[in-house]
């Protein structure tokens, strides 16, 4: 089979697309045939710091070959102990960080990992969108959002930015999207009350009027979301900062005990629940994917390029076979 293989680690420059085994599901495992892919800022994190992102994720120190979380495709096998997918099921998931992943024609996962029978209204290339959603989702989750709250998200334009505005929607709050001018009719689009373009003097000009920041890219300083928290407000990021900086603002929370910095991180074991619940929205049309642009897997070390140029909007798809954007929805 087509993977795209790591031999060591660093630039997009060590990625070479090249012939593999296929794997072989083991007994509790499904054998996935992958229509499309994503390059994703996770994706980036484990190809420059491999060892750091896989102890955050709990993945332990061993590196793999493969990288990959999104993922798009039917099941092609299953092991003699797996029974809840069968021969050709459309799924879509997440490939767990303790497997190789998803940038390959074929890869195996547990039958009871992220992965779930795909939105029955979605294309393949359409469908790989969890990982944004999942990593946004903790922090509305320990938002506890509701009707009459007010959350501004930075950064709303990427794969997490823009999950996190529909899930804050879909509870009811009133929601400010900071974006690029590029950017502000997508998250109008997406149900944003508020859009403000970073670079101008709107954004300069907001006040303490909000109960919850989110930093969906891990670039603001605390000057900038001090300012913007109601006294009691709760900054929440996804991300340890240029200068791990944010790590210091959450021990600092928690020495004080009084809450108000917040790295949420997804609940092990919860990922197979949240897909499932992330394809009930897709097909309610309380979500709706975002998608940049498309790259072939030969041409996947430019993906990376473009996604670490931190200018993509939503997701960054990989069509590893030629039905990956052309299959229809069954």
């Given at each position: ?16 697309v090249r012939d593999v085994p296929e794997p072989v599901p083991a007994p509790d495992e499904v054998l996935v045939r992958v229509h499309a892919a994503t390059v994703n800022r996770t994706d980036c994190g ?37 029974g809840l997918f069968k021969h050709g099921d459309r799924v879509f998931g997440m490939c767990p960080f303790r497997n190789d992943g998803a940038q390959a024609e074929y890869f195996c996962m547990p039958e ?157 074991g919860s990922g197979q629940a949240f897909v499932t619940g992330l394809r009930d929205k897709i097909e309610a049309g309380r979500f709706i994917p975002v998608i940049d642009r498309r790259y072939p897997l ?33």
């Open positions: 089979m087509k993977a795209a293989t790591i031999a060591r680690y660093g630039s997009p420059g060590v990625i070479e484990e190809l420059l710091h491999p060892t750091l992102v896989r102890l955050l994720t709990g993945a332990g120190r061993s590196r793999r070959s493969i990288l990959g979380l999104d993922f798009a495709g039917t099941v092609q096998a299953v092991g003699a102990a797996a009871t990992g992220p992965i779930a029978h795909m939105p029955s209204n979605l294309r393949f290339d359409q469908a790989v969108v969890c990982e944004g959603a999942f990593y946004a989702n903790p922090a509305i989750e320990h938002f506890a959002l509701k009707p009459g709250h007010r959350i501004l998200i930075y950064g709303a334009s990427g794969a997490i930015g823009t999950a996190a505005i529909q899930l804050a929607k879909y509870r009811g709050a009133e929601v400010a999207a900071v974006v690029a001018g590029r950017h502000l009719g997508l998250a109008r689009s997406l149900g944003a009350d508020l859009t403000v373009d970073y670079t101008t003097d709107a954004f300069d000009q907001l006040g303490p009027s909000f109960d919850f920041v989110l930093d969906a890219v891990g670039k603001l300083g605390i000057r900038r979301w001090r300012r913007w928290l109601k006294p009691g407000g709760v900054f929440a990021t996804t991300d340890r900062g240029p200068w791990s900086q944010n790590l210091l603002f959450l021990l600092w929370s928690r020495v004080t005990g009084n809450g108000r910095v917040v790295i949420p991180l997804p609940k092990r030969a041409e996947i070390a430019d993906a990376y390029r473009y996604v670490q140029t931190g200018e993509k909007a939503g997701v960054v798809v990989i069509d590893i076979g030629p039905e990956g954007r052309s299959a229809e929805p069954g």
